[in-house]
């Protein structure tokens, strides 16, 4: 009896603890509202606060690990956790409980958005897409204080933004990211304050270590895969000719080579969707509001998209393939990148070139206010007061911090749906 209860603890004491991080990740996809940076105030509190599974440090290393990859930020860091608590297991429970509430409720909202428009009208669109502007303005504004501080973060974000803009090419992102962090790499730029947000921070020599129970022939095989898929899946989407692998290679694209998450996705996205024409801009900017008002990661943008039809032919499967496609590639980055942290992490280099990628992201996100304002202020080529009116008001709630961004997005869609029928009412 002895020997049999020796043999089943650890696989019920294992599958015990990987329900327990998918039920408290579950638990936060439904109430983590606020972005990427609320998110890891939320999992510190969770998880080192209340539960201790690790300790401040193991904390730190873990969220510079992330900050120091491409992918969603705050997602990656979930599936960190998870994984230091119950393993590669544990590591797809966090994942899929932090993402299933916002993504199922962003393919409801793609669903419903037509019978919404036919009962209130396109109101609460131009709301939602005002919003949606609002969101951005703060965002750009933010990260670059953070991330383009000095003359050369400044020159990085601007030649982003001239190329982005100039350049209409699903490719331009990438290609941008590539030569910054080639470019930051090789500068070296002695006024760069040494606290740089991008840059991880100090862990302890005697610090407790993170728990990392990926063997080394696991993490090789993950960046094996993760570059199949990068390379593989543009020349499958050509050769066959089929909408379907090209919109999920240019989502998994958009995850591939994006770093920070949250906002910083919408220049690979809207270069994928909305400058090939497969999606509408009040569409594109409608849903990117809609996720404001959601739970959990941003970057569940992409279920949206997949259910819209944005990706052909829409509906439930491609809702939960654009998903997937979209936190694979930092999933795959961060099994890889684990059991080899330690090797690389002090190498002055590499912090240099996610310098220069983090100020390129400024410029490309800047790039997306940009199309952001005309396809809400100005629609046809004319200025709409009442867009301009709802950005004005939703800005001035986010920059108070009094209101969350959820309710902003949710009173903008209100404000704009009352004002069309009041003008409908008016013009009978």
């Known amino acids: 009896m002895r020997a049999g209860r020796s043999l089943r603890n650890p696989d019920s004491g294992q599958t015990g603890a990987v329900f327990e991080v998918f039920r408290i990740f579950l638990l936060l996809g439904l109430t983590s509202f606020g972005g990427p940076t609320a998110h890891i105030g939320y999992f510190r509190t969770a998880f080192v606060t209340r539960k201790r599974w690790l300790d401040d440090r193991a904390f730190?290393?873990?969220?510079?690990?992330?900050?120091?990859?491409?992918?969603p930020a705050s997602s990656q860091l979930g599936m960190g956790i998870g994984l230091h608590r119950a393993g590669l297991p544990g590591f797809v429970a966090a994942w899929l409980g932090f993402t299933l509430p916002s993504a199922v409720l962003m393919g409801l909202f793609a669903a419903g958005a037509p019978t919404i428009a036919a009962v209130l009208g396109s109101g609460w669109l131009v709301g939602l897409v005002a919003a949606a502007v609002a969101v951005v303005v703060h965002a750009v504004s933010g990260m670059a204080r953070t991330f383009s501080p000095d003359r050369l973060g400044f020159a990085f974000a601007v030649l982003a933004f001239l190329c982005a803009v100039l350049v209409s090419n699903p490719f331009v992102p990438a290609a941008v990211i590539a030569l910054a962090a080639a470019i930051g790499a090789c500068v070296r730029n002695e006024q760069a304050p040494s606290t740089h947000a991008s840059e991880p921070p100090a862990v302890a020599s005697g610090s407790a270590p993170l728990r990392v129970t990926i063997r080394p022939g696991v993490a090789i095989a993950a960046l094996a895969v993760f570059t199949a898929l990068l390379a593989g899946l543009p020349v499958l989407a050509s050769v066959s000719g089929s909408a379907m692998l090209s919109g999920i290679d240019a989502t998994y694209r958009a995850g591939a080579l994006v770093f920070g998450g949250g906002h910083t996705v919408l220049p690979a996205l809207e270069a994928a969707f909305l400058d090939s024409g497969t999606v509408s801009s009040s569409d594109f900017f409608a849903g990117y509001g809609a996720a404001q008002a959601m739970p959990g990661p941003l970057f569940t943008f992409a279920s949206y998209l997949g259910a819209s039809g944005?990706?052909?032919?829409?509906?439930?499967?491609?809702?939960?393939?654009?998903?997937?496609?979209?936190?694979?590639?930092?999933?795959?980055?961060?099994?890889?990148?684990?059991?080899?942290?330690?090797?690389?992490?002090?190498?002055?280099?590499?912090?240099?070139?996610?310098?220069?990628?983090?100020?390129?992201?400024?410029?490309?996100?800047?790039?997306?206010?940009?199309?952001?304002?005309?396809?809400?202020?100005?629609?046809?080529?004319?200025?709409?007061?009442?867009?301009?009116?709802?950005?004005?008001?939703?800005?001035?709630?986010?920059?108070?911090?009094?209101?969350?961004?959820?309710?902003?997005?949710?009173?903008?869609?209100?404000?704009?749906?009352a004002a069309d029928a009041v003008l409908r009412v008016l013009q009978r």
């Open 310 to 417: 944005a990706i052909s032919p829409g509906g439930t499967l491609t809702a939960i393939l654009a998903t997937v496609a979209i936190f694979l590639p930092g999933a795959l980055l961060l099994i890889g990148v684990l059991p080899f942290w330690a090797r690389v992490r002090d190498i002055a280099a590499v912090h240099r070139a996610l310098r220069g990628v983090n100020a390129a992201v400024v410029g490309l996100l800047a790039s997306a206010l940009y199309s952001a304002i005309g396809s809400s202020w100005f629609p046809h080529g004319t200025p709409d007061p009442l867009a301009i009116a709802v950005s004005m008001l939703a800005l001035a709630g986010i920059v108070s911090r009094r209101i969350p961004p959820w309710a902003v997005v949710l009173a903008s869609g209100i404000v704009g749906a």
């Open 60 to 71: 730190g290393e873990l969220l510079a690990i992330c900050q120091f990859l491409p992918g």
